[in-house]
């Protein structure tokens, strides 16, 4: 039915961020999300559709998998979250953390020329898996925080 909304709930395990693109993002206590900006201190932080960068552990677990030794960041994602499959939710999707408030504007995305895991072992999870968004609403969040996903159902 149009208007109508599925919440569901996840964990954040890390925060991650890098001054530099194009490299792994370090595990940091907390980050500052700026509205229309991103990651304050961030690299791919700007006026665009791709502010923030967010991952779930099944990908990284799938990467585990191919006998890649990968660690939170490394897929050079700001936001990893415990157990949920992102790539499913539709873009639009609105994320409430603390005061904080995301929309999800893509999902996926190219591998840049040098990607270093794509480089390694042939693939990368991010082209199908990792999602990007847009800070509405701004502030602090930290690993430990619950994030609440709000997926519009489409649909008459």
Not at 36 to 57: E, F, I, P
């Amino acid at each position: 039915m149009l208007g109508k909304e599925n919440r569901l709930e996840a964990r954040i395990v890390s925060v991650n961020i890098s001054t530099v693109k194009g490299v792994k993002k370090t595990p940091v206590p907390e980050i500052e999300l700026i509205e229309n900006y991103g990651v304050k201190g961030d690299a791919h932080a700007g006026n665009w559709h791709r502010q923030v960068s967010m991952l779930s552990t099944l990908s990284i677990d799938k990467a585990r998998k191919w006998g890649i030794d990968v660690n939170f960041g490394d897929f050079a994602e700001n936001i990893t979250v415990e157990g949920v499959e992102l790539w499913n939710f539709p873009v639009g999707t609105k994320v409430l953390v603390n005061d904080v408030e995301l929309e999800l504007t893509q999902i996926g995305k190219e591998c840049h020329d040098g990607c270093a895991i794509a480089r390694a072992v042939g693939k990368c999870v991010m082209p199908k898996e990792g999602v990007f968004l847009k800070v509405v609403k701004g502030g602090k969040i930290k690993v430990g925080d619950t994030l609440i996903f709000i997926i519009p159902k489409v649909g008459f």
